[in-house]
């Protein structure tokens, strides 16, 4: 099941998601690095966490799932998002430098064929950062937040879905150790619980972030979409119903 944007929207602006944003967008700031000159392209629901490569990259882009549903971003100036199939991202060969993944890897149908894509659409050396829940976390077992949908991976899982796609992971890092819980004391003590869990290492976090780098050569074809309609019948055409 893929949340779809509007619950995205009213979560960010709730306290909880304020919070969530502010450690996720920590971790992926740090990942990604200096973005000036870049072409950047931010998938699933990525738009609170590029905001700040907007002045400074060559090119920001926001692709949302169609199953998920697209809102304009930014508020201001001409809109950067564009509704897809991630499956068929609507870009050319080694057309961008950074893709920032976020509520997007573990809401895909397939996500083999999804790494097959993004190792089209990337240049040489370009850079894939990644946040996904983890299997072990505490949020992937809760279905309050967005988190707690769609396919949470393990490290194992992620490191062995990138090497087995042309990528190599380069670096990682932990995040959101404080419970779901909309509770004023806890969200109080995000901060303390969020610097204390780092102590105890990744086994306590709900999400793990990645960076990984693409290697020169595809380790897998990709398939045609042909092959993944037959495989997927739920993403077949269908009889239109008519209203009762």
């Known amino acids: 099941m893929t949340p779809d944007v509007e619950g995205l929207i009213r ?4 306290p909880l998601g304020w919070l969530t944003r502010h450690y996720i967008r920590e971790q992926v700031s740090a990942l990604a690095g200096d973005v000036t000159g870049l072409r950047i392209l931010g998938l699933g629901f990525a738009t609170p966490y590029l905001r700040g490569a907007l002045k400074g990259a060559e090119r920001v882009l926001a692709f949302m799932p ?24 609507p870009l050319t060969d080694a057309a961008v430098d950074l893709v920032i993944i976020i509520h997007g890897l573990e809401h895909v149908p397939d996500a083999e064929d999804m790494m097959r894509e993004l190792w089209r659409v990337c240049a040489p050396n370009a850079r894939l ?9 505490l949020w992937a077992g809760i279905d309050n937040t967005p988190l707690g949908f769609g396919y949470p991976y393990s490290r194992g899982q992620m490191d ?16 959101i150790f404080f419970p779901p819980v ?4 806890i969200l109080r003590s995000a901060r303390l619980i969020e610097r204390t869990g780092r102590l105890f290492g990744p086994t306590l976090s709900s999400v793990m ?33 008519m209203k009762v």
């Open 129 to 137: 950062v990644i946040a996904v829940p983890k299997r072990r976390g």
């Open 11 to 14: 979560f960010y602006k709730s």
């Open 209 to 241: 972030c990645v960076k990984a780098k693409k290697e020169q050569f595809p380790a897998v074809a990709r398939r045609k979409k042909a092959e993944r309609a037959q495989e997927e019948p739920a993403l077949a055409p269908q009889t239109a119903r």
């Open 160 to 175: 062995q879905l990138l090497r087995a796609h042309s990528f190599t992971p380069e670096a990682w890092r932990d995040c």
């Open 66 to 89: 169609a199953r998920q549903g697209a809102s304009a971003w930014p508020r201001e100036g001409p809109s950067h998002t564009v509704l897809c199939d991630p499956l068929e991202l």
């Open 182 to 185: 909309k509770s004023g004391p």
